[in-house]
Each structure stands twice: as structure tokens, then as C-alpha cells.
């Protein structure tokens, strides 16, 4: 960090790890996806050990709110890792989503932040009706990994689960005002993934991913061309990680149906993400 408060970016990496893999099923953590996040944990604090790093800020979401165990993998972590995530509220979780777009200048200011993660979407924004103008964060049960292991079952999707899912997902948008003011930025893989599929990326570029627009119609297409698509032609497509091929369609119509909800006719893409709120929060004092 300078001086001046600002800094520069040494790393920017992640993994998809399915945490929230089955707690609709069984309410406890899958073995399978507690290893590869655990792996990818030890990673991260190696890589961080090489670049000499003094502090870690690491946080758990969702799927640590929901399972049963959570409590032994925070144990596990500890053990393997040297670190133990902090597992934080909807309520912060939102917040930290909202200032990771406040504080970036590539962003709109007057913005209504969505998030899909693999077992919910929230939802910020600032609620012009309140005299100081709250920050106001509805969260649904709406996550690309939850809904996909719900309605999508066929190889491609038949008409019928899509049918089901967008119903699912229109249902729970009715929580939703379809009159918010302001632009809509939406953060998170499955945004990021989106618009590396729209740019045919061969490799990830976070500068020309990061700032992006879609408009609805991009979208609708982008949805479309998932929906007619087996899962081993997914895994071909440019842009798309192999390990998202399967929840990607879930997360872009909960996306796609929010836009029509809002009336919204373009999206904004950050690539940055909750982590760069929880930076700002923990490091540079932001609130």
C-alpha cells in the first residue's frame, strides 16, 4: 500500500471448490468439496508465505452458515491451513459485496449490487426513501450450485427444468422492488465467467473482464446457447472454466431474470468482488 492510501494488485487468483456442494440434500459440508477447498486454502497461504505476507483476512459465507459441521472444517482449516475463516452474516456479507464497488472508480456510484453465489443472491443498495439513505440488502435463496442440483438434471437441460427453474427464481424475485434506482453492477464467478464467455477469452483476463457491460440481449443469448448445450460441449466453449460448465446456466438465468425484474437493460461486471471489501474493511479502515 502507498502513501496515499492506494494499492497495487500482486495477485488476483481463485478456485471453484463447491463448498456448498449437497447441504440441500444432507445439511453437512461434502467431503470431496471440504478437501479441494482445504487444498486450495494451503495454497493460497503458501503463495502468500512466498510473497512475505504479514496478515490474512479469511471468511466464510453461506455454506458455513448453513452446514451443520461447519464449526469441525473452521477446526480442520486451522489444523492444516494456520488460519481460521471468520463465517460472517448475510447482513456483512452484503455490505462487504456493496463496499468493493463503492470504493472502486471503475464503478458506478449510484449502483444496485447483486452477488450469485452457489447457494444465494443478495442483493444492495441504497434506500433513497430513508433519511440517510440506508444501505438496504435483501438476500434469496437463489445460488447457481443449489438450483442446479434442484431442477437441472438433463444432458442438455430439457425445456421443462428450465421452464421450472425460471419460475423458481421469478417467484423468489417478487421480494425484489422492480422500481430500484440505479445501475446494475453485478459481481461474483458467475459474472466473471459471463463476460469471459462473451469476450471468447482463451485465457482469463481480469483487465478486460473487469468493467464490462452485457446488455439483456447479450445475455439472453449467452442463456439460449446454454440451454440448447450438453455438458461436454460446454466445457469447449472459450471463457468457461470446466469446473463452472454445469452451474453456469442456473447462475445466468437468475441473473437474466433479475435484469427483466429490475428493468434493467445492461449489467456492469466487477471481477473484484467480496474480497476487495473485506481488503478495504480490514486494511484500509473503510466502513
Do not use: W
Not at 33 to 45: M, P, T, Y
Not at 249 to 258: K, R, V
Amino acid at each position: 500500500m502507498t502513501a496515499q492510501g492506494a494499492f497495487e494488485v500482486v495477485f488476483d487468483g481463485g478456485a471453484t471448490t463447491r463448498l456448498g456442494r449437497g447441504l440441500l440434500r444432507g445439511g453437512k459440508l461434502d467431503p470431496q468439496s471440504v478437501h479441494a477447498s482445504i487444498e486450495a486454502l494451503k495454497g493460497f497461504v503458501s503463495l502468500c508465505e512466498e510473497e512475505g505476507v504479514q496478515e490474512i483476512a479469511c471468511v466464510g459465507t453461506n455454506a458455513l452458515r448453513m452446514a451443520g459441521d461447519a464449526d469441525h472444517f473452521i477446526h480442520q482449516v486451522r489444523k492444516e491451513c494456520g488460519i481460521a475463516p471468520r463465517v460472517i452474516d448475510e447482513k456483512e456479507e452484503a455490505m462487504l459485496s456493496y463496499l468493493s464497488v463503492q470504493k472502486d472508480p471503475r464503478m458506478p456510484q449510484d449502483a444496485v449490487v447483486m452477488d450469485v453465489g452457489g447457494g444465494s443472491t443478495e442483493y444492495i443498495f441504497r434506500d433513497e426513501g430513508s433519511p440517510s439513505h440506508q444501505i438496504q440488502t435483501i438476500s434469496l435463496p437463489l445460488g447457481a450450485v443449489s438450483l442446479t442440483e434442484k431442477f437441472l438434471h438433463a444432458d442438455p437441460p430439457s425445456h421443462d427444468e428450465c421452464l421450472k427453474l425460471r419460475k423458481e427464481i421469478e417467484k423468489a424475485l417478487h421480494r425484489i422492488p422492480p422500481t430500484l434506482e440505479g445501475e446494475l453492477v453485478e459481481i461474483g464467478g458467475t459474472a466473471v465467467t459471463l463476460s469471459a464467455m462473451h469476450l471468447g477469452l482463451d485465457e482469463f483476463d481480469q483487465d478486460k473482464v473487469h468493467a464490462l457491460h452485457l446488455t439483456i440481449g447479450e445475455l439472453r443469448d449467452q442463456v439460449q446457447t446454454l440451454q440448447e448445450t450438453d455438458l461436454e460441449a460446454r466445457r469447449e466453449i472459450k471463457g468457461l472454466p470446466p469446473g463452472r460448465a454445469d452451474i453456469i446456466l442456473a447462475g445466468a438465468m437468475i441473473i437474466l431474470c433479475s435484469m427483466e425484474r429490475m428493468k434493467k437493460e445492461a449489467i456492469h461486471i466487477s471481477s473484484h468482488g467480496l474480497r476487495y471489501g473485506l481488503f478495504y474493511q480490514e486494511f484500509m479502515g473503510a466502513e
